[in-house]
């Protein structure tokens, strides 16, 4: 894998298509003199064609795009930890007196009187 150091419009964002469009959309973006102005093309229902920055797979735009490879990583980190902590002496021997005799309840004191 080649190493990609992002610089000048890429490290900010500026050059994504959709980061560009909300630039372009703010009130008062006319004012900038030096931004240079990108022509987006309008995509309508019934066209048949998606824009391509309009995917449904791609992470960083679709939200439930998002949240499938959220569970997806939630998912693989659960299949993982398979690590069980294990019980302490004192709470094991607890348990297997209540299991030996379910009508004891435990005494509020150490010292009856």
């Known amino acids: 894998m080649v190493p990609v150091t992002p610089s000048g419009a890429d490290f ?19 004012k900038c003199t030096n931004y240079r102005w990108i022509r987006f ?3 309508r229902p019934g066209d048949g064609q998606v824009a391509h920055s309009l995917s449904e797979d791609d992470v960083s735009i679709n939200f439930e795009a998002f949240q ?19 019980q302490s002496p004192s709470s094991s021997h607890q348990l297997h007196l209540a299991m030996a005799s379910p009508n004891l309840k435990p005494s509020t004191s150490y010292y009856s009187s």
């Open 41 to 43: 093309e309008v995509c």
């Open 68 to 86: 499938r490879h959220q569970s997806f990583t939630d998912t693989i980190k659960t299949e993982h930890a398979t690590v069980q902590t294990p």
């Open 12 to 30: 900010f964002g500026f050059s994504h298509p959709t980061i560009q469009n909300l630039i372009q959309s703010c009130p008062g973006a006319r």
